[in-house]
């Protein structure tokens, strides 16, 4: 095995598949909108997460049993697997940008770890010690085989960043005493929130041991077939209802759903199982046609955190977990390299501009757990040292009693360069737009770099400038949007049209100094929900690009009350700076006895109203916000209704 991965490494490494992706030394975010959020995180999330690990006793539990450890396991059954988080996300950021504090940091929390390892392997801090319960003896809601998959995760990480060490032989040992217990003359136990599977692929991947793979093929396998205990949220909420190549939308527990159809995938293009691979992608695409929000989020319902039937998406009672954003990018990063299909690059993007964007506080150090589409009544400001008991809503806070979404959003973030473009079998894709350099060789062994530079998402052009190629011919392919509409492509001096949704191919023999320049209308446009969704018939929203746009009303500076909100879709919106203006204004509450009856009322004076991002909402105070906004009444409906 090499020391390290010359690639840099990246989170997702298949032996096969339509695209091949490229690890952090081969292409790198340097600046603009995502660039800025790399170093929030660089700067606070990881030093405030990793402060308030070792404040509510989260690392300390590691120790428990030694002389100077506690005397208790402190924070939930899966505290364990946030620290993992955390070391995965140190490791990516030390791949993106060397540094050496970091890096003995993680070497320290490693050792911490592994401290705590039993001689078979077993290493969980929440059982099998005394005055604890045994090992495995609560499968459905102990997450033992959970947090075992964040620690193989935080090894693959460590591994191909660094090259291997400690981590890795934790990680083997842990993987191997699985295989011990849960192989196919063990037990025939599923963990009750999936996630060892897409580790367990991910560490075959790695060390090249077979059983790792076989393990998770059975892991897979086993699922949906009620083997779980009944509870009142049903077999659906453990992914454990149906079998997974019977099944037809994902359902139940999102973060649960999407991190087994992320191990289905990691299986499939494994074994080369395109059965299993076109069951599980047919299930994501139902799902984001009928079960997700206009943002790409997923979950719309607080009490099991779980999908609703098809178009049930409450917008004020969204849950949209920051880290059912998370997995759901991981998953249709797998799909697009499996299948090559760019309409998987657009999902990820809706999903990072408009929940991963929105999710941490700009200093790094408060977070959204859930993501309402309409906040009702005010945010709350919280103090930098408040924990909120509660995951389920509120405001950004610095600290949750489950706080997995900041080392979540924290890791993906730190390896975001990985999914901006892939290798494909004659050229190289562009996925996302950002600027970047990229620096990799295409599958005939041929050098070509590039640079991007745009300000996208604030603007749509993009230019392309080639800045090293071996010479000889190959493809440059960038993805077009679907929202897209009258893209041009300029190539020496000439445009042409890039069809919405399309990739469009540039086939030449480069040289350094050729650009190509892409250019995206940014105008913004009326979204209408399909009319099947009940709670927002009646209403629009506005997005520009792939950005989701959102009525807000700070307490320090009111809009007014946004339940009277009423827009006119007929009139476009307009660019406003960095908002977008429509035409609304809000309308003059009638209170009554009686909410069903009555006239629907006058329209309400219209002016300019000014709408900002979704993501930045929430970051001027206390505040209400809607995406979707409640449209005027022709004169004709008003007199129909009366």
């Known amino acids: 095995m090499a020391a390290s991965d010359p690639t840099g490494g990246r989170p997702v490494d298949p032996s096969r598949g339509a695209l091949r992706p490229l690890g952090l030394a081969e292409a790198r975010i340097t600046a603009g909108f995502w660039a800025d959020r790399q170093r929030v995180i660089s700067e606070g999330s990881l030093d405030h997460a990793r402060a308030w690990m070792d404040k509510v006793g989260w690392t300390a539990n590691f120790t428990i049993g030694a002389a100077t450890g506690p005397a208790e396991h402190r924070g939930r059954e899966f505290a364990d697997s946030e620290v993992y988080k955390l070391i995965e996300a140190m490791s990516w950021e030390t791949g993106r940008r060397a540094d050496p504090a970091r890096k003995r940091e993680i070497d320290e929390l490693v050792a911490l770890v592994g401290g705590a390892q039993e001689a078979d392997g077993y290493l969980n801090t929440a059982y099998g010690r005394a005055g604890q319960a045994p090992r495995w003896s609560d499968l459905q809601w102990g997450h033992e085989l959970y947090c075992a998959g964040h620690l193989m995760q935080a090894a693959v990480a460590d591994t191909r960043v660094h090259g291997p060490g400690p981590l890795l032989d934790i990680a083997v040992k842990a993987a191997d005493h699985i295989c011990e217990v849960f192989g196919r003359d063990g037990s025939t136990g599923i963990c009750g929130h999936p996630e060892i599977e897409p580790a367990l692929v991910e560490l075959y991947r790695v060390t090249g041991e077979r059983r790792y793979l076989d393990q998770a093929a059975l892991f897979v396998e086993r699922r949906g077939h009620q083997s779980l205990p009944p509870h009142q949220f049903g077999w659906s909420y453990f992914s454990d209802d149906t079998p997974v190549r019977a099944a037809t939308v994902l359902r139940g527990h999102a973060v649960r759903a999407l991190y087994l159809a992320c191990g289905v995938v990691d299986v499939a293009v494994e074994t080369g199982d395109d059965e299993l691979l076109a069951a599980v992608a047919a299930q994501f695409d139902r799902t984001w046609a009928r079960r997700t929000y206009l943002t790409g989020g997923m979950g719309s319902r607080h009490m099991d955190e779980a999908f609703s039937d098809d178009f049930v998406l409450p917008s004020d009672r969204a849950y949209s977990e920051s880290c059912a954003s998370v997995a759901a990018v991981m998953l249709a990063w797998r799909l697009l390299l499996a299948t090559g299909e760019a309409r998987y690059a657009d999902v990820i993007e809706r999903l990072l501009y408009n929940v991963v964007a929105t999710a941490i506080e700009d200093d790094g150090r408060a977070f959204f757990y859930a993501h309402s589409l309409h906040q009702r009544t005010p945010t709350r400001a919280l103090p930098d040292d408040e924990e909120q008991l509660g995951f389920g809503g509120g405001p950004r806070a610095p600290w949750f009693e489950v706080s997995c979404c900041l080392p979540n959003v ?36 041929r050098r070509v770099a590039l640079e991007t530079s745009t300000a996208y998402p604030a603007d749509g052009d993009v230019t392309i400038r080639i800045t090293a190629t071996d010479g000889g011919e190959w493809p440059l392919r960038l993805r077009v949007p679907a929202w897209a509409h009258g893209a041009t492509i300029t190539v020496d001096g000439v445009t042409k049209e890039a069809a919405a949704g399309d990739v469009v191919t540039v086939r030449r023999a480069f040289a350094a100094g050729d650009e190509v320049r892409l250019h995206l209308p940014m105008a913004p446009r009326i979204t209408t929900p399909d009319p099947r969704i009940d709670a927002v018939r009646g209403c629009v929203a506005v997005e520009r690009g792939p950005v989701v746009y959102c009525a807000e009303s700070p307490v320090a500076d009111p809009l007014g009350d946004l339940d009277l909100l009423r827009v006119d879709p007929g009139r476009a919106p307009e660019d406003a700076g960095d908002g977008v203006e429509v035409w609304g204004g809000l309308a003059t509450a009638a209170d009554a006895a009686w909410p069903y009856a009555g006239p629907a ?42």
């Open 410 to 445: 924290s890791r993906l973030l730190a390896s975001l360069s990985s999914y901006l473009a892939a290798g494909d079998d004659e050229g190289l894709r562009i996925m996302q737009y950002a600027d970047a350099s990229v620096d990799t060789r295409l599958a005939d062994g």
């Open 601 to 642: 009322g006058d329209n309400p004076p219209l002016g300019l109203i000014r709408l900002l991002p979704y993501h930045r909402w929430a970051r001027r105070g206390p505040a209400t916000m809607r995406v979707w906004l409640p449209t005027v009444q022709s004169p004709r409906a008003r007199s129909s209704d009366g």
